[in-house]
């Protein structure tokens, strides 16, 4: 059964930095691209960031570029997201998900969500 806990979530107030972590299990994370969505209340789910199953290609939204920076650890099966600059538009619940397609903000496997506030 594949399985992603998500972490790291917490308030924050602007310009702040916060770390998400994503563990999976349940399948063979080396095979499979990974990424991470936000949905804000009200909003559509969106897509924030992805790294590649091989060679850590990664792409971001323009909206985080320059300030998040996701990354995977193969050997522990975890995905990370570090948020910096963090801005009061970033409050979210943030899912970790397998196979992350930008279009249509969809994915395979979704994890449980972790929520990220940013005060102002």
């Known amino acids: 059964e594949v399985q992603l806990q998500a972490s790291g979530g917490g308030l924050v107030q602007t310009g702040g930095s916060l770390r998400l972590s994503c563990s999976a299990s349940g399948f063979t994370f080396t095979d499979y691209s990974i990424g991470w969505f936000r949905q804000a209340p009200g909003k559509e789910r969106e897509f924030v960031a992805s790294?590649?199953?091989?060679?850590?290609?990664?792409a971001y939204a323009d909206s985080v570029k320059g300030r998040f920076a996701i990354s995977r650890d193969d050997a522990k099966n975890t995905l990370y997201l570090q948020m910096n600059d963090l801005k009061p538009e970033d409050t979210a619940i943030y899912y970790c998900?397998?196979?992350?397609?930008?279009?249509?903000?969809?994915?395979?496997?979704w994890g449980q969500g972790t929520l990220v506030t940013v005060s102002s």
């Open positions: 790294i590649a199953w091989s060679g850590g290609g990664t």
């Open positions: 998900a397998t196979n992350p397609r930008r279009i249509g903000a969809r994915a395979d496997y």
